[in-house]
C-alpha cells in the first residue's frame, strides 16, 4: 500500500486549503477511508472520514467546515478545509478506516504503514 497526501502549506487563520490523497496497492473502492492530523505535541486524531457508500462523519471541531469527499477512479480521497483556525495546525495523513454502523474507527494502528503526510500550518 502507498498513500500520498498534498495540499498543505501556510495559510491565514479564516483561509481555506484543500488537501489530497492518492492510495495504491488496495482495493481503494473497498475501504472506507479517512484523514486524520497530529498537531504538535499532541496525539493523533481522526478528523473526517467516508464510507464506501459515502456516508461521512467529522470530528466535532472541524464539522461545517471541513467537507471530505473521494474519486474511487482517480483512487483519491480530499479533505476541503474552509474556516481554518490556529488550532487546525498539523500534519495531515489519509489512511483507512473502519465503520461499524454509527461508530467509526481508526482501520490501522499508530504502527503501521502511514505514507506521506501534508503540513498545514494556520497563521494569524
Known amino acids: 500500500v502507498q498513500l500520498q497526501a498534498s495540499g498543505g502549506g501556510l495559510v491565514q487563520a479564516g483561509g481555506s486549503l484543500r488537501l489530497s490523497c492518492v492510495a495504491s496497492g488496495i482495493p481503494f473502492s473497498q475501504y472506507a477511508m479517512g484523514w486524520y492530523r497530529q498537531a504538535p505535541g499532541k496525539q493523533r486524531v481522526m478528523v473526517a472520514a467516508?464510507?464506501?457508500?459515502?456516508?461521512?462523519k467529522y470530528l466535532d471541531v472541524v464539522e461545517g467546515r471541513f467537507t471530505i469527499a473521494r474519486d474511487n477512479a482517480k483512487n483519491t480521497v480530499d479533505l476541503q478545509m474552509n474556516s481554518l483556525k490556529l488550532e487546525d495546525t498539523a500534519v495531515y495523513h489519509c489512511n483507512r478506516v473502519t465503520r461499524s454502523g454509527t461508530r467509526w474507527y481508526w482501520g490501522v494502528s499508530e504502527d503501521d504503514y502511514w505514507g506521506q503526510g501534508t503540513l498545514v500550518t494556520v497563521s494569524s
Open positions: 467516508i464510507d464506501t457508500d459515502d456516508t461521512t
